[in-house]
């Protein structure tokens, strides 16, 4: 199909002797408004160049939503320059959505009330490609993919665009002299095809831990995840068994924050299509599989470095286990982490992890590689220097926010030097202050935090918690089995 800019002039209304005005004659939105660097032009022309080689027919321009959820077209070969050029238009709506897919702000009306123009009547959204995270698809035929940051049609970036989040916060890290590197432990469930009663049958029954036999049992799912997600340039170290049912993990080399966050969108989205095509289904919903299932984390590995690459939290002497750097850093993570639940454990059903002996915290706290603390602290070794493992997160959560989080808190344990207190050497009975129980405390705890809108901005802070809150008031008004068991017969 032509754009309106290609039709020949004379058909515009212009004289014949005028060559047709082409596309390329004007620059387009991404140019107009200088949304890529020199990097993002390189990675383009390289994107065509391997379009036009493996005959790619289709290119999936998506971008990574509150939930960390990918949305987007499915764009034509016919139709990628002008994608590249100009994006694509998506409902505004998309950005106001809770995981349910409801719309939870008034969008017919002249102010919705989010604090930001350009939602009113759902206008447009634009969607524009970042071609560095071009990859081919090896599980669907002929097909590419791109991750996308999102903009309002008169160019100003939507400021509920996660991944752009992330990208200040970096920056304003970058400002103070560090750089943020993460590495990922991501469990997740896979079930066979649902019984006839839709209830999802587990592959296995629960085993041991790292149990090299248990994992040789689902030898062909787990040679499908490995070729899959290295055919994706995903940096997979490892995939090991879970203690739980059907319960697996998989470890991503640690990289940069901002690569490292896109990893997550693409591995599990990968890991979801994947299972789907050889007949499971693979979910990293916290607890999947009611009260007796196990519960998968999200640990989140974390190190810095200064400009110049030299680790920042190491300590300088033995008997030390972090660098003041680092002990304030830890110290941010830790006073933050009541308000940081919402963005590293978002969902209700991820407050149903918290819980003593269980390898994920219940409470506040750090330890010397101690697996019940909500920071592990990994001292430095020949192998590597030192880094913190949070281990409060889910898997569900968004990546950028969940990250970004951790760049808010510690940057603001680095301002004011924040002191972490004495590691925990019983993670689970020490006196510390309780993790949130519910999204609903979580929320709370966001609402009495400041530091999270001085970051990012009263706008961004809102809106999330007014999408979480729209979720969690749904959940207490569902009535549960439980509810039923418990009083029915009695009263
Ligand atoms: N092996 C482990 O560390 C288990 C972790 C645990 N599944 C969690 O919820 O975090």
Redesign the pocket.
């Known amino acids: 199909m032509r754009s309106v800019d290609e039709r020949p002039v004379s058909e515009a209304g212009g004289g014949s002797a005028v060559r047709p005005m082409l596309a390329s004659d004007r620059a387009g939105f991404v140019a107009r408004h200088e949304l890529w660097g020199d990097t993002e032009h390189a990675a383009a022309a390289q994107l065509r160049r391997v379009v036009d080689e493996l005959g790619i027919e289709r290119v999936r321009v998506g971008f990574a939503d509150q939930h960390g959820v990918v949305h987007g077209k499915t764009v034509t070969r016919e139709a990628l320059p002008d994608a590249l050029r100009s994006g694509i238009t998506v409902p505004s709506s998309l950005l106001l959505k809770d995981t349910a897919g409801r719309t939870v702000a008034p969008v017919f009306t002249a102010d919705p009330g989010v604090g930001v123009a350009g939602f009113a009547g759902i206008g447009d959204a634009v969607l524009v490609p970042d071609p560095t995270t071009f990859r081919v698809l090896p599980w669907s035929r002929d097909t590419g993919w791109l991750l996308s940051d999102v903009y309002f049609p008169d160019g100003r970036p939507v400021p509920f665009c996660t991944r752009s989040v992330l990208r200040a916060e970096l920056g304003r890290l970058a400002d103070r002299g560090f750089e943020l590197t993460v590495g990922v432990e991501l ?1 997740f469930h896979v079930f066979g095809a649902p019984g006839p009663d839709g209830v999802p049958v587990p592959l296995s029954a629960g085993g041991q ?1 790292l149990h090299e036999e248990g994992l040789d049992r689902h030898d062909e799912l787990a040679r499908a995840l490995h070729r899959g997600l290295t055919d994706l340039d995903l940096p997979v170290r490892s995939l090991e068994l ?2 739980g049912p059907s319960q697996f993990e998989i470890t991503l080399a640690a990289r940069d924050a901002r690569r490292a966050a896109d990893d997550v969108v693409l591995a599990r989205a990968a890991i979801r299509q994947l299972c789907r095509r050889a007949g499971l289904q693979a979910t990293f919903m916290c607890r999947p599989a009611g009260s007796t299932s ?4 999200w ?1 989140l590995h974390q190190s810095l470095s200064d400009g110049t690459g030299r680790p920042a939290l190491d300590p300088a002497g033995p008997h030390e286990i972090l660098s003041p750097t680092g002990r304030h850093w830890l110290g941010g993570l830790l006073a933050h982490a009541a308000a940081g639940a919402v963005f590293c454990t978002p969902t209700v059903n991820g407050y149903k ?1 918290y819980l003593p002996q ?3 915290p219940d409470r506040v706290g750090w330890g010397i590689d101690n ?1 019940g603390a909500m920071i592990r602290v990994c001292p430095a070794r020949d192998s590597g220097g030192a880094r913190l493992e949070n ?1 409060a997160g889910e898997p569900a959560a968004n990546p950028y926010l969940y990250i970004a989080a951790q760049v808010v808190a510690g940057r603001d344990g680095l301002a004011c030097a924040t002191d972490p207190g004495e590691p925990l050497d019983a993670p689970y009975t020490a006196p510390a202050p309780a993790l949130p129980r519910s999204l609903g405390e979580a929320l709370d705890a966001l609402g009495a935090d400041p530091v999270f809108e001085r970051a990012w901005g009263s706008e961004v802070v809102s809106w999330f918690s007014a999408i979480k809150r729209a979720e969690f008031d749904r959940y207490l008004a569902h009535v549960s089995d439980w509810e039923q068991h418990e009083y029915f017969g009695l009263f």
């Open positions: 469990e831990l879970e203690f196990a519960s998968t984390g640990h992890r269980s390898l994920a697996r281990r």
